[in-house]
């Protein structure tokens, strides 16, 4: 049986429509439980993990969310590769409110955030210049564009901590400096994918124009979910679409699933056992 694709459900997308669930799980990993329990089932016949970012009913701030357990929790239910789906503001007039986007770039601005699964004795640098999967970014775009959606590939993602929406000066500054978009969590999420080996993927929901556009009133939260409302229906269209394509997982050069191989610089022999013993997961194949 083919490895489940792993879903992350952000801002409105709290549950994945026509989805034939078998089975919820309250796991438990090294850090913590996840936002919710791992809903576990099937799509358009292809095992699907699923889990809701900010919990069921929305109640985890974007700081609060325990990134670190809900990534290692996709990992060992055995996903390979994750779409994560995030609501966001636009920069520039080129990505306006109702498009679908997927950026293949982070700038992070984060500051309250575990990012990494390492340290307690064991070290670990992982490349991230390409932070999200072409083949998987190729399969969404092309499942998009089958649909007529209003999706397009590439652009910088600004992280921010919020939780308050960016001031104009802020969104100013961020959109003079050429970024596209900005949103509270997926540069702390796909630093983490890549951390477990995960080919990652955003797909970047545009509700709004930021606060950079002088007769704009600036983000409003109520609005966002108005708008967030029509892109659900998009959102799961374009999943059934692309599942049966990627049901076999990423290819072997998916530069994502050997991301460990090289980064790793503490000698084994070096390493508390006890660290050793928690991230088996991630190292055990590496001799650790």
Same mark, same amino acid.
């Given at each position: 049986?083919?490895?489940?694709?792993?879903?992350?459900?952000?801002?409105?997308?709290?549950?994945?429509?026509?989805?034939?669930?078998?089975?919820?799980?309250?796991?438990?990993?090294?850090?913590?439980?996840?936002?919710?329990? /791992?809903?576990?089932?099937? +799509?358009?016949?292809?095992?699907? #993990?699923?889990? !809701? &970012?900010?919990? $069921?009913?929305?109640?985890?701030l974007?700081?609060?969310?325990?990134?670190?357990?809900?990534?290692?929790a996709l990992?060992?239910?055995?996903?390979?590769?994750?779409i994560?789906?995030?609501?966001?503001?636009?920069?520039?007039?080129?990505?306006?409110?109702?498009?679908?986007?997927?950026?293949?770039?982070?700038?992070?601005?984060?500051?309250?955030?575990?990012?990494?699964?390492?340290?307690?004795?064991?070290?670990?640098?992982?490349?991230?210049?390409?932070?999200?999967s072409a083949?998987?970014?190729?399969?969404?775009?092309?499942?998009?564009?089958e649909?007529?959606?209003?999706?397009?590939?590439?652009?910088?993602?600004?992280?921010?901590?919020?939780?308050?929406?960016s001031?104009?000066?802020?969104?100013?500054?961020?959109?003079?400096?050429? /970024?596209?978009?900005?949103? +509270?969590?997926q540069?702390?999420? #796909?630093?983490l !994918? &890549?951390?477990? $080996?995960?080919?990652?993927?955003?797909?970047?929901?545009?509700?709004?124009?930021?606060?950079?556009?002088?007769?704009?009133?600036?983000?409003?939260?109520q609005?966002?979910?108005?708008?967030?409302?029509?892109?659900?229906?998009?959102?799961?269209?374009?999943?059934?679409?692309?599942?049966?394509?990627?049901?076999?997982?990423?290819?072997?050069?998916?530069?994502?699933?050997?991301?460990?191989?090289?980064?790793?610089?503490?000698?084994?022999?070096?390493?508390?056992?006890?660290?050793?013993?928690?991230?088996?997961?991630?190292?055990?194949?590496?001799?650790?």
């Amino acid at each position: 049986m083919s490895r489940p694709i792993g879903i992350i459900g952000g801002s409105g997308l709290y549950a994945m429509e026509g989805l034939q669930v078998t089975e919820r799980s309250e796991l438990a990993t090294p850090f913590g439980p996840p936002s919710g329990p /791992l809903v576990l089932g099937a +799509m358009e016949g292809v095992p699907v #993990a699923f889990l !809701a &970012r900010h919990g $069921e009913g929305h109640r985890l701030l974007p700081h609060e969310v325990p990134y670190r357990a809900n990534l290692w929790a996709l990992k060992q239910a055995g996903a390979k590769a994750v779409i994560s789906f995030s609501a966001v503001g636009s920069l520039q007039a080129t990505h306006p409110p109702g498009s679908l986007r997927l950026p293949d770039q982070f700038v992070d601005r984060t500051t309250r955030r575990e990012a990494t699964f390492f340290g307690g004795g064991i070290v670990a640098h992982v490349g991230f210049a390409d932070p999200t999967s072409a083949w998987l970014r190729g399969h969404l775009l092309a499942a998009g564009r089958e649909l007529g959606l209003p999706i397009g590939d590439g652009g910088t993602y600004l992280t921010m901590e919020g939780p308050q929406f960016s001031t104009r000066a802020e969104s100013r500054m961020h959109q003079a400096l050429g /970024l596209d978009f900005v949103g +509270m969590t997926q540069g702390t999420e #796909a630093k983490l !994918a &890549r951390e477990a $080996e995960l080919a990652y993927a955003t797909v970047a929901l545009v509700t709004d124009y930021d606060a950079w556009r002088d007769r704009e009133p600036g983000a409003d939260a109520q609005d966002i979910l108005i708008t967030l409302a029509t892109h659900i229906e998009s959102s799961h269209h374009l999943l059934r679409r692309v599942l049966g394509r990627i049901a076999e997982g990423p290819p072997p050069e998916e530069p994502a699933l050997t991301a460990l191989k090289s980064a790793v610089v503490t000698p084994p022999e070096r390493v508390p056992e006890d660290t050793k013993i928690k991230l088996r997961l991630l190292i055990g194949k590496y001799g650790y």
